[in-house]
């Protein structure tokens, strides 16, 4: 029968098989993830390396998996990364040593900036460190992590800041190493300049050395620094700067003699290299919105007792308040993120150069008592020249204001969420974007995230003040009038009081004419007439500790030309002068002058006041 002569001829050949070992199954080709975090301005250019990288990748292997922004969070890029044979990431780097602590965080630095949430856009990101990598991901084993145009991974440091020293730049090499080789990694290769396609092609296509491959790039110096890695034992840390010990912008920390044929051997395979213990992993749970839980508005108040305003640099306590349903238990150890989104920062204002005192005497043996007051501005300023240089191309995103996403562990009390975060240090409007996170840093989906409102939040000066006035009023020409105005010492420091006017103060002329602070109004015609110019100030005395209120009435006489006019109020003191001047918002007020009407009743007597349609203070 031909049905079982075909039976037994797949029997015989099976047979023959198993026998003889002459039929193998296919090994696993080897896994490559490409990764492409949110760099800002830079975004686009890295998502097209990340495209010509997965399209090489894609000519010697079938497995290629390519996560990029908006859509790369943690766990899409953790997915991503096990038992990957070769890993391209290219984004935002943090490492250590770095200005912002003074010891190493695995849980942010040395590891990938990612999407908070995914749909997020190419600007936000959240920091996932060394910690992350060790504790949750597996690559194959002799796997090549390709870091690409990131601050810190091969030495160097952040666009606009010091370089740092070749000890600096060897402690980053190391630390931003271990992680991935925690994870299973054989060798992190880190090029700033250098495109990943030249090393897939080496990897793919010789069984060098990864040294050998490493030293064959284009991007190569022949700088060659060596030295045994601190944090990994048994691992070769090499450096290559584009001068002798400086231009720190390649390097590989590897096992000593990693093949290209060892990663390629270990395709198909996870890592079971043992790590370091990094702590517990909490449970995760997807979606706090599924829970029926409902969010209000977050506040933001000062940590330091006594202080009323959002002093820039200082310390506040953000609170959350949170509904939950009946029966509903909260994820234990919730996380808040914050992001402060720059409105409309304040300008530094610095003091312009003294007048140039011409030719002077011999000095006397003596030296004069430095000059205070207000800075008297040089009648010819000189020009800095042109710069002969352009500016450097930078190969790396520098970090933006308002694009990290920062997390702390929250406590629960009251029905609120809290934490403890930092002020951005220059003053201004911001938006402060809240963000909640599981146990794990991780951040809850985008349904979660959108049940939280947005704050706009004025972050002061020290030395500063805030005005609550009625924003416009009606006048008759010439009347006077009171103006309740309700002024807030809004920073950490005090405006003047009698005793504490120095023997020197800043303004010899404010302290003359009022020893203590004075809220002054100053009137500025929005039209053009004659007889304007000089229209006198008006002013009242103030004191307000920092943290405290006042209310004054401010006593005004309406100009006698009808019109529109800005009555500006500022803060005038014996200690700061001007606080408009040193860059605190002032205070105003649009006022429509009125012709006055001729009445039959008998005019007020001398010294009467005219209220204005509104008196009440702002809140």
């Known amino acids: 029968m031909p049905t079982r002569r075909i039976l037994g001829v797949l029997i015989a050949v099976a047979v023959s098989a198993a026998l003889t070992g002459s039929v193998e199954a296919a090994p696993p080709p080897p896994r490559v993830a490409v990764i492409v975090g949110p760099a800002g301005d830079l975004t686009g250019l890295y998502r097209s390396i990340g495209a010509d990288a997965a399209r090489e990748a894609r000519r010697w292997t079938s497995d290629v998996v390519t996560v990029m922004t908006p859509d790369a969070t943690w766990p899409a890029v953790k997915r991503a990364l096990r038992g990957a044979s070769v890993v391209v990431y290219l984004g935002h780097g943090n490492g250590f040593p770095s200005p912002y602590r003074d010891s190493l965080y695995p849980p942010t630095q040395d590891g990938l900036g990612l999407n908070p949430v995914a749909g997020g856009g190419d600007t936000s990101h959240q920091y996932f460190g060394e910690a992350f990598l060790a504790r949750e991901v597996r690559l194959a084993p002799g796997a090549v992590v390709l870091l690409h145009h ?169 609170s959350l308040p949170i509904a939950m349903p009946t029966g509903v238990m909260l994820p234990s150890n919730l996380q808040l993120g914050v992001r402060w989104d720059p409105v409309a920062v304040d ?37 800095a020249p042109t710069s002969t240089q352009p500016p450097p191309i930078e190969p790396v ?55 939280v409102p947005a704050l706009t939040v004025r972050v002061s000066r020290p030395v500063s003040a805030a005005y609550g006035v009625d924003p416009t009023l009606r006048l008759p020409a010439g009347a006077t ?33 009022h020893p203590t602070a004075r809220l002054v109004g100053r009137w500025i015609p929005l039209f053009v007439a004659p007889g304007l110019d000089g229209l006198p100030d008006v002013g009242s005395p103030i004191d307000a500790a920092p943290g405290a209120e006042v209310t004054v009435d401010l006593g005004l006489t309406a100009p006698t030309v009808a019109g529109d006019y800005l009555l500006v109020l500022d803060v005038d003191s014996p200690l700061h002068g001007s606080l408009a001047a040193g860059g605190v918002p002032f205070g105003q007020v649009r006022v429509s002058v009125v012709a006055a009407v001729a009445s039959p009743s008998p005019s007020p007597s001398p010294g009467a006041t005219v209220e204005p349609h509104a008196t009440r203070a702002g809140p």
Not at 360 to 382: E, L, N, Q
């Open 150 to 318: 990131l601050c810190y991974a091969s030495g160097n440091s952040e666009p606009g800041l010091p370089e740092g020293s070749l000890d600096v730049a060897r402690q980053r090499v190391d630390n931003y190493a271990a992680g991935w080789l925690a994870a299973g990694a054989g060798a992190v290769l880190a090029d700033t300049f250098g495109a990943p396609g030249p090393y897939l092609k080496a990897l793919f296509g010789t069984d060098q050395t990864i040294d050998r491959i490493w030293r064959d790039a284009p991007t190569f110096h022949d700088h060659v620094l060596a030295f045994p890695s601190a944090r990994t034992t048994g691992y070769d840390a090499t450096m290559d700067p584009s001068r002798v010990t400086s231009g720190f912008n390649r390097s590989l920390v590897t096992q000593p003699g990693l093949t290209a044929a060892d990663m390629r051997g270990g395709a198909g395979r996870v890592a079971t290299l043992p790590v370091r213990p990094v702590g517990p992993v909490g449970a995760a749970v997807g979606s706090l919105a599924s829970l029926g839980v409902a969010f209000r508005a977050p506040t933001l108040s000062p940590a330091s007792t006594g202080l009323r305003g959002l002093v820039a640099g200082s310390r506040a306590t953000l």
């Open 347 to 383: 300008p530094v204002l610095e003091a312009p150069p003294p007048a140039d005192p011409g030719p002077v005497a011999a000095p006397t043996a003596t030296p004069s008592p430095a000059a205070r007051g207000r800075p008297i501005p040089s009648p010819s300023p000189s020009i």
């Open 397 to 451: 995103a520098a970090e933006v204001l308002g694009s990290v996403v920062t997390t702390a562990r929250a406590k629960l009390a009251n029905g609120r969420l809290r934490v403890s975060v930092t002020l951005p240090a220059a003053p201004g409007r911001y938006r402060l974007v809240t963000t909640v996170h599981g146990a794990d840093g991780i951040a809850f989906d985008a349904a979660t995230q959108v049940l």
């Open 481 to 513: 009038v009171t103006l309740p105005v309700r002024v807030a010492n809004d920073g950490s420091q005090t405006w003047a009081h009698r005793a504490t006017v120095p023997d020197e103060p800043i303004d010899p002329f404010v302290v003359r004419a």
